[in-house]
């Protein structure tokens, strides 16, 4: 009667084992799709319009480096002058956070094809770490997906900002550049 008692728990255990191996598999897969989406998506927008910005303020900011400036008394134009100028920061910084993204969408796609194969080859034998793995590659996807919504809000913003401020400021530096032949 115990050796009957043991085996039909034991199928139990290997059951529930499998079935869990089985259901995290098919949710892996189905993570990795999102993955590959967000990563197409990511791929495919544009970011030209805005490489375009950072080397037009760029550029204008090396004529304010190179020449001695004064600033007009006016605050509005003070203030408008140091945010054209921050934006060179800016548009840096967005390429730089897209650049670890784009990285990151790859370290995760490698990720969860290597949870699938271990699924599938059953190297993870604990219900715990199964659920673990899966969980921590579901929140690396989720913080990449914010990530990724943060970044490209955020240059829409220093767009924004430049579309706002531009014609001023450059006006200014083409004036000072001119001045200065």
Known sequence: ??????????????????QLAEQTYKQTDSLLNVVKNVKLKFKS???????????????????????AINLPKDTSFTNQFAEYTMLQKDF???????????KELTFAETQLQNLKCD??????????????YFNDESMA????????????????IYKKAYLRVSAKIETFAENLKNQKK
């Open 1 to 18: 009667m115990k050796i009957l008692f043991i085996a039909v728990i034991s199928f139990f255990v290997i059951s529930c084992k499998n």
């Open 141 to 156: 996807v989720n913080k990449l997906q914010t990530r990724i919504y943060d970044i490209f809000f955020n240059a829409d």
């Open 119 to 132: 699924l599938k080859n059953k190297s993870i034998k604990e219900n715990e770490k199964i659920k673990q």
């Open 45 to 67: 927008t544009d970011t030209t319009t805005y490489a375009n910005l950072y080397n037009k303020v760029k550029s204008t900011n090396k004529i304010f480096k190179k020449l």
């Open 92 to 102: 840096k910084r967005f390429f730089i956070e897209y650049s670890k993204i784009d």
